[in-house]
């Protein structure tokens, strides 16, 4: 089981991005995706998650900008991310909770990062 994220750019402040992040492999099942992301000399943070079901969840300072959906049809979730400000710069991570089918179990799984810079 991989997950591959894509669609992290250099854009301009107030811009905007949308990242996809697809899980592929031995996959029986999906369940909760999220996003996290982590600025230069800062801790990994926790942007948002949604629910199989399609219930949303997100950090205070992310409500109103970021916007999280998730196709369970192609298993990829998705994160809008509009009016950005610099601080918005890191990496952003998916992570999703997996059945795997071969080997059976559930795991967290974490894609490998896609870059967010934005800078006039």
């Known amino acids: 089981v991989q997950l591959v994220e894509s669609g992290g750019d250099l854009v301009q402040p107030g811009g905007s991005l949308r990242l996809s992040c697809s899980a592929s492999g031995s996959i029986f099942n999906v369940y909760a995706m999220g996003w996290y992301r982590q600025a230069p000399g800062k801790q990994r943070e926790w942007v948002a998650d949604?629910?199989?079901?399609?219930?949303?969840n997100y950090a205070d300072s992310m409500k109103g900008r970021f916007t999280i959906a998730r196709d369970n049809s192609v298993n990829t979730v998705y994160l809008q991310l509009s009016s950005l400000k610099p601080e918005d710069t890191a990496v952003y991570y998916c992570?999703?909770?997996?059945?795997?089918?071969?080997?059976?179990?559930?795991?967290?799984?974490w894609g490998q990062g896609t870059q967010v810079t934005v800078s006039s």
């Open positions: 992570n999703a909770d997996i059945m795997s089918s071969s080997p059976l179990g559930t795991k967290s799984y």
């Open positions: 949604i629910t199989r079901g399609g219930t949303t």
